[in-house]
């Protein structure tokens, strides 16, 4: 391996942990607005999109270069591959916090109804498996990874609770409906931010293993 080869994936290692890091500010962010009906704070996330889209396009850009040039083999190979798609997953997790930063600027407008469902424990579990995948990229660590995909099915059941108590409460105040179903959205928001969250734990465990996890039961 040539020492310019080897600088260019030290080079691709930190650009995908800078985005690491971004990617969980906007989302520590959205679950702030969600959680304090913030407008405001909403709108900062939405109009900063743009860095996160950029800097995906940047990396996905390096790495095919490497591949072009260099034609990694075995461990090398699968480290591009799994930025690659990392890379996608934290473009979509920015994705994500946008969405909900959109609902908040939304119901931010209108009267709060009598019920309003807790997001708190499911943006805090979101974040937690974000900040654990990362984690586990940057220590290699497969035993985190592992317990992120074991964290999904809580998500899960908070996003089915939310969902049938919106779902009561539409029934109970049908007039409110606009509002109840943008309430509804944030949950799903946060459960395929959780989804991303363990694809990126899924690539983790192939880099490191050299073992697809994916539909594994």
Do not use: W
Not at 168 to 180: C, N
Not at 191 to 197: M, Q
């Amino acid at each position: 391996m040539t020492k310019h080869f080897r600088r260019e994936l030290d080079n691709i290692k930190k650009r995908i942990l800078t985005l690491s890091s971004l990617v969980e500010e906007r989302v520590q962010l959205a679950t702030r607005a969600v959680e304090n009906i913030d407008a405001e704070l909403a709108r900062g996330i939405i109009k900063a999109d743009y860095e996160i889209d950029e800097m995906e396009v940047e990396i996905e850009e390096e790495c095919l270069k490497v591949l072009a040039l260099h034609q990694p083999v075995a461990v090398d190979l699968r480290f591009i591959i799994a930025v690659i798609k990392i890379n996608s997953e934290l473009e979509r997790i920015g994705d994500q916090a946008v969405n909900i930063a959109q609902r908040v600027e939304i119901i931010a407008k209108r009267p709060k109804p009598p019920f309003m469902f807790d997001y708190a424990e499911m943006g805090q579990k979101a974040q937690r498996m974000l900040k654990m995948s990362l984690d586990s990229l940057v220590n290699l660590d497969v035993d985190i990874a592992y317990k992120v995909i074991t964290l999904d099915d809580e998500v899960d059941r908070i996003k089915n609770d939310a969902y049938d108590k919106i779902k009561q409460a539409i029934k109970d105040l049908p007039e409110r409906v606009g509002y109840y179903i943008n309430l509804l959205l944030i949950s799903r928001h946060l459960e395929r931010l959780a989804d991303h969250a363990t694809n990126i734990a899924e690539e983790v465990i192939y880099l490191v293993e050299g073992e697809i996890y994916r539909h594994v039961e």
